[in-house]
């Protein structure tokens, strides 16, 4: 397999997927900072510009964050990735497009990239401000939902490695981690792959 990455991105959370398996992989920096991920060669392995993308044993691409964490979990059962109690696997998957589609995409997105939502520069404030409702209020539910829990789902599971990436964003968002997410974000960084993860790609939490 090869996973193309980011440092930093949303695709750290595959690549702690990754890490959790243990299977052999390769990776493929593509920095959405120089925008790489435009580039000809990178389109033609994926068109829509979007990472994270993995590189199946097969040679197929796989494509959409959701869809990569699926796969790996369900293909990789002794990860232990998904639950397999259908309320915990259902909650597992609730979190993961909570976080990536509102947190990520709705919320840290106006912050990163306010041109994205308002072309009018006048309203660069406005935009970003919003997007830090969006992404404290993500940030909140993911608090409660974490009360009395070490875990999403109850047990280790992709969500996780999920809510790990848009932590690490927090302090660029400007938004505090609530106790119980801090807490989580503690216990994410003493796991083994989380740790080798951190190494790889250079990054400091």
Known sequence: M??????????VGIH?????????????????RDGSQFSEA???INPKSKIPALRRDDDSVLTEYGA?????????????????DPEAEARTIEAMDYITATMHMQGFARIAR???FSPNEAEKEKVQAR?????????ALMDKRLEGREWIAGEYS????????????????????????????????????VQRTIQSEGLTA
């Open 158 to 193: 992709l969500a996780d490695a999920t809510l790990y990436y848009v932590c690490n964003w927090a302090p660029r968002a400007e938004v505090p981690l609530p106790p119980n997410v801090a807490a989580h974000f503690a216990r994410m960084k003493t796991r083994p792959a």
């Open 68 to 84: 990569i964490a699926t796969w790996l979990a369900r293909t990789n059962p002794a990860a232990k990735l998904m639950p397999s």
């Open 114 to 116: 306010p041109g994205n």
């Open 2 to 11: 090869k996973l193309y990455y980011s440092p930093g991105a949303c695709s």
């Open 42 to 44: 990178y389109v033609a």
């Open 16 to 32: 702690i997927m990754l890490e959790e398996i243990g299977k052999p992989y390769d990776l493929d920096l593509i920095s959405v």
């Open 131 to 139: 997007g830090r409702e969006i992404f404290a209020k993500g940030m």
